[in-house]
């Protein structure tokens, strides 16, 4: 069998798998975007922080999935890459929501969700993506996601809405200011991502009524926003990839329930389903 390498490139990690004679070999390296990377740094990064682990053997194809890559000259620029490092081999290079797609639903029809530091939702039938809910970004969407999820954490604190148990148990778990919240937030890069590590709060007091009702809102604001646009929700099943979706696969499982709707997969990370999907 040729040897097939995949990639899933999100936000925090690049998690990279080489098929070859029927064995799977991991590799990590830093997220890959065309958002945030220039296409020298790149090539760069992979030259010294992939090429070196994959050996010696040629790859046939590689198929790499990706955030930021739904922009055509972010999606060009990728492929040059790609294609500089593997010459000899056939490129495919796709939005990570088709990853999230294929991992999920395989060759049949299907809600497929985004639930990470971000979120998103399309229908797939099977082949292509022929609906997708918007995705705002973290300022004017990504409901449900782990930086929804964070900022409302945050906003709980700063208002000194927790009562007095988790207000110090927060206190104690992160040791923040108020002056250093709004500056990361507002002046720094990469609030997304502060925001986002908050929600680790949320998982560490699963049983509190305020942390439980932040988590069901949260999720219940995802389901409103993004599933109820799709006519297909009540036909087809429902699939989430991501830290978030995984970790409150509970309360996902209790909301469907409640809406009618067909739980599917649930996965922490969409590699194992691409592997199935491309072998």
């Known amino acids: 069998m040729p040897a097939i390498l995949i990639a899933d490139s999100g936000s925090t990690k690049c998690e990279w798998c080489l098929l070859s004679n029927g064995k799977k070999k991991k590799i990590l390296t830093a997220p890959i975007s065309p958002y945030f990377v220039s296409f020298e740094d790149m090539f760069s990064l992979l030259k010294a922080k992939l090429l070196p682990k994959l050996g010696s053997e040629p790859i046939n194809k590689v198929f790499f999935y990706g955030t930021g890559l739904r922009d055509q000259l972010n999606l060009k620029n990728m492929q040059l890459v790609l294609k500089k490092l593997f010459p000899k081999s056939t490129i495919e290079v796709n ?167 067909e739980l599917g997969k649930v996965l922490k990370t969409p590699m194992q389903g691409l592997i199935d999907y491309h072998q």
């Open 95 to 261: 939005n990570d929501l088709l990853g999230i797609a294929r991992a999920t639903c395989g060759k049949n029809k299907g809600i497929a969700c985004i639930l990470g530091t971000g979120s998103n939702a399309c229908y797939y039938n099977g082949k292509k993506i022929v609906k997708n809910s918007p995705g705002l970004g973290y300022v004017l969407g990504d409901e449900g996601s782990g930086t929804y999820l964070g900022r409302k954490v945050i906003q709980y604190y700063l208002y000194k809405t927790f009562d007095e148990d988790l207000h110090a148990r927060f206190e104690k778990r992160f040791n923040e200011t108020h002056d250093h919240i709004l500056e990361m937030v507002y002046k720094q890069p990469l609030a997304n991502k502060y925001l986002a590590s908050f929600a680790i709060f949320l998982a560490e007091n699963r049983g509190h009524f305020m942390i439980e009702n932040i988590i069901e809102d949260g999720l219940n604001d995802f389901f409103f926003t993004h599933l109820y646009k799709f006519r297909e929700s009540w036909t087809t099943p429902i699939h989430f990839v991501g830290s978030v979706g995984f970790g409150f696969r509970d309360v996902l499982k209790d909301l469907c329930n409640s809406y009618e709707l």
